[in-house]
Every structure is written in structure tokens, then in C-alpha cells.
């Protein structure tokens, strides 16, 4: 029970840390482009890592008895190609993320952390790529969500943003995220190693990318030094530390549920900080978020099988 217990809280801090991580998101899109916020915080998230798996190295190798061979801090060829098609499709992910709250012109943290949480729905529906079956749940859930999605962000005149678009994306993309992990830990990839992979592709490719198509300033990076430090070290280390070390002893659907909270806290950290406020068709729309997010963790009984005599 005690360690359900920690491991619950290890994801409630977790899923408060990712949720007001959209505040310094916003608050940096102001002065610091996409490309060069994303290739920032992963190097600084990259680095945080080393020392963890380090850490965690040298305490698996302690419980060793003679003749095991002792572990290395170097990856597998499973986990070293998970963690590059990771950080390709994080970056695209984190990207269209960071793009479409530096559009979006009203309540961006917290509208991008509700639509963003709409992973949780699209991912078991593109389970079927990995022949997953889709939960009966998902066609309640669908309808749902895409009705929050319309009163969060559809404008008058059947409109809608570009930069809520763009999140949406974002969320499609956390979504074959999610899926290539699920395929990547299944085939025995360590998920330290790999997000520390990730992290430094997603680093790479987006400073290469900020070159290209931004005009890096290290006094505008500097200046959002706190945003920065924030999103690339609670954030990227600290958060998914805390997830990987709480999902060892927690349910599998409690620690989805909680971290389905990342939305909530994304809201209310809009509220707390920034002063964001929605409207009341807003707000409506984000308890429909939430509600098609929280059902879709629901899992409904199988039917029973009759007894043939």
C-alpha cells in the first residue's frame, strides 16, 4: 500500500510539473522562437538524465551476485533505435506544441494543456496500427471530446484558430509517440535510456532546425533563462524520473488517470500566473475534455461467456 501510495504522489507532482510547465511555454513564446525553446530545454533535460541513469546503473549493479555480468551505461541497439524514432517524432510533437501556443491569442496555457490531454482519447483508436483492439468506451469518448474540442476552440463564424490547429497536431503526434514507446518497451528498450536518446535527438534536431529558420539570440535565451531551466529540468528530467519510478507500483490505469490531470493543472496554473480566464462556452468545453479523457481509462467488463452444456 506504501508503495502505491508514493507512487501516486511521485505522479500527482509529476502531472502538476508537465501541466505548469504550459506557463513557462507561454510566457517564453513571447521573446523565444519554437525551434530554439525546444532545442534549449531538451540539451538541459539531456544532461539532467545522464547522472539518473548513471545513479541508477550503479545501484543495480550493487545488487549484483557473482557471475552476473554488471550493467552498462551504454544503450542496447533496441533502446538506442527507440530513443532516435522517439526524439523525430517528439520534436514534430513538442514543435507544433510550442508553434501553436505562440499563436493562439487568448488563454493559451491552459487551452493547449486541454487539447493537448486529447493524446489520451486518439491513442487507444491508433492502437489499431499495433492491432489493438478499441476499447468500447472510445466511441462514448470520441463525440465527447469532440465537442469540448468545438467549444474550447471553435470562434463564431465556424472558425477556429491557427494555433489551436497546430496543438491539435501536437496532440496526434504525442499520440504515435506514445504507440512507438508501447512497441519499443515491449521489445525490452530501457525507458531511461531511451528518453536520454530522445531528448539529445530532439536537441540536435532542433537546433539544426533553428538555425535554418530562426535567428538564435543567446541574450533572448538568456532572458528566458527561468522558462527554460523550468521546462528542460522539472519537465523533461524531474517529471518523467518521477513517471518512470512510480509506474513500477502503480496501477496502470490510477497512473494514467492521474497524470490526466497535467490539463487541470495546465488551467489553473493559466489562472494562478498568467491571469487567464475563459469564458463560460470555454469552460464547458474543457469539462468535456476532461470527461473524454477520464472515460477513456474507464474499462468496461468483457461479456460473459455462456456455459454450453
Not at 5 to 15: K, M, Q, V
Not at 46 to 64: C, D, G, H, T, Y
Not at 168 to 190: R, S, V
Amino acid at each position: 500500500m506504501q508503495k502505491k501510495l508514493r507512487a501516486n504522489l511521485l505522479l500527482l507532482i509529476g502531472a502538476l510539473i508537465w501541466g505548469s510547465t504550459f506557463v513557462a511555454q507561454t510566457t517564453a513564446s513571447d521573446t523565444v522562437e519554437p525551434f530554439t525553446f525546444l532545442f534549449s530545454r531538451s540539451f538541459i533535460g539531456f544532461l539532467f538524465l545522464i547522472p539518473v541513469i548513471a545513479m541508477f546503473n550503479f545501484q543495480s549493479n550493487k545488487k549484483l551476485t557473482d557471475g552476473e555480468t554488471p550493467k552498462t551505461i551504454m544503450p542496447s541497439k533496441t533502446t538506442a533505435l527507440a530513443g532516435v524514432l522517439c526524439g523525430v517524432v517528439l520534436t514534430i510533437a513538442s514543435y507544433c506544441q510550442q508553434k501553436g501556443i505562440t499563436l493562439m491569442t487568448d488563454n493559451a496555457s491552459g487551452k493547449a494543456g486541454f487539447i493537448t490531454a486529447l493524446y489520451i482519447v486518439f491513442t487507444p483508436i491508433f492502437g489499431v496500427l499495433l492491432k489493438r483492439r478499441i476499447p468500447k468506451i472510445i466511441v462514448v469518448c470520441v463525440p465527447i471530446a469532440t465537442l469540448g474540442f468545438y467549444l474550447l476552440c471553435i470562434k463564431s463564424g465556424f472558425t477556429i484558430e491557427l494555433g489551436d490547429f497546430i496543438t491539435l497536431l501536437a496532440a496526434f503526434f504525442f499520440t504515435f509517440h506514445i504507440l512507438i514507446i508501447d512497441y519499443f518497451m515491449e521489445k525490452g528498450a530501457n525507458p531511461l535510456k531511451t528518453s536520454c536518446i530522445q531528448l539529445l535527438v530532439v536537441g540536435v534536431i532542433s537546433l539544426i532546425l533553428a538555425f535554418i529558420f530562426e535567428t538564435p539570440d543567446l541574450s533572448v535565451i538568456w532572458n528566458a533563462k527561468l522558462e527554460i531551466l523550468y521546462a528542460g529540468l522539472l519537465s523533461s528530467g524531474v517529471a518523467y524520473t518521477f513517471q518512470i519510478i512510480a509506474q513500477k507500483d502503480a496501477d496502470p490505469t490510477s497512473a494514467t488517470l492521474i497524470m490526466s490531470l497535467e490539463s487541470v493543472f495546465a488551467a489553473l496554473s493559466g489562472w494562478l500566473v498568467l491571469g487567464e480566464t475563459l469564458s463560460d462556452k470555454e469552460l464547458i468545453g474543457c469539462l468535456l475534455v476532461f470527461i473524454a479523457v477520464i472515460l477513456a481509462q474507464v474499462q468496461l467488463p468483457l461479456p460473459k461467456k455462456k456455459k454450453t452444456n
